[in-house]
């Protein structure tokens, strides 16, 4: 049995049970029941004359009907989406007076030749549900969205983590590049001497973070003066790089003459 059909049936089941309540002040008015009934059989099609919603608690019973007869409610776990099809102008009309009576606000759509009510809002989903006397389907609604919004933020966080584990380990390669194409140039020795010191204590530590670099360091250095020094060895070497490259393209233009 599918969810939207298992849904219906319950409501349905609870709405009856509600009109045979043995307590008479507890049990819903003759009208409510009358609502409940015209409309299952206004939106099966059926050939009978719209009745008039009398009390407050009409639409609620009218709403009901609607739904169990021409309703159907997505499965939460995929997606957020309820709706009521409807079938002439006549059931059109009926469901805005119910609607308006229980201050419900469906979107309209149309679906080839026929119009439909929905709701894609999560929140008004579980309104509706509480109204169709499903509190507890709207309570694991709630649930689903807090463990869906826990996933998500879980995920987030995942995503943030490697992200920047990716980023640091791009980062160290780039510097470890650096500083060996700096040595391998003899450009290295030229360095300042809290540069060779920031690349010496880095070839120590390799897999250190920058924190614990900073709590080894002799030096009282934070996470962005060790990281700054960093970028300038890159730089140093990026310059080297691009001088000894602009040096090779003048040999080379010069051997062509």
Request: with cysteine; proline share 3%.
């Amino acid at each position: 049995m599918s969810f939207s059909k298992e849904l219906k049936d319950l409501i349905k089941q609870r709405t009856l049970s509600e009109f045979n309540l043995p307590n008479k002040r507890q049990r819903p008015s003759v009208c409510c029941r009358n609502s409940f009934e015209n409309a299952a059989a206004l939106f099966s099609g059926e050939s009978v004359s719209y009745r008039e919603q009398v009390c407050a608690r009409c639409p609620v019973y009218f709403l009901r009907g609607a739904f169990v007869t021409a309703g159907y409610l997505a499965d939460p776990k995929k997606r957020y989406h309820l709706e009521i099809r409807i079938p002439d102008e006549k059931c059109l009309e009926a469901l805005k007076i119910a609607l308006n009576g229980c201050g419900f606000t469906f979107k309209t759509a149309t679906r080839g030749t026929k119009s439909i009510f929905y709701i894609k809002n999560s929140e008004d989903i579980e309104d509706f549900l509480t109204m169709c006397a499903c509190q507890d389907k709207a309570m694991e609604l709630m649930e689903l969205k807090v463990e869906r919004s826990v996933k998500n933020r879980i995920n987030r966080v995942n995503n943030y983590d490697g992200a920047n584990l990716q980023r640091t380990i791009n980062f160290a390669g780039k510097l470890k590049d650096a500083i060996e194409f700096l040595k391998s140039n003899d450009a290295f020795e030229r360095l300042p001497e809290n540069l060779k010191n920031t690349a010496a204590l880095r070839g120590r530590y390799p897999g250190a973070s920058l924190s614990e670099l900073c709590a080894l360091s002799k030096e009282k250095l934070t996470k962005s003066g060790l990281n700054h020094r960093f970028q300038r060895i890159i730089e140093e070497a990026d310059r080297l790089r691009a001088h000894l490259t602009a040096v090779c393209r003048d040999q080379s233009a010069k051997g062509d003459v």
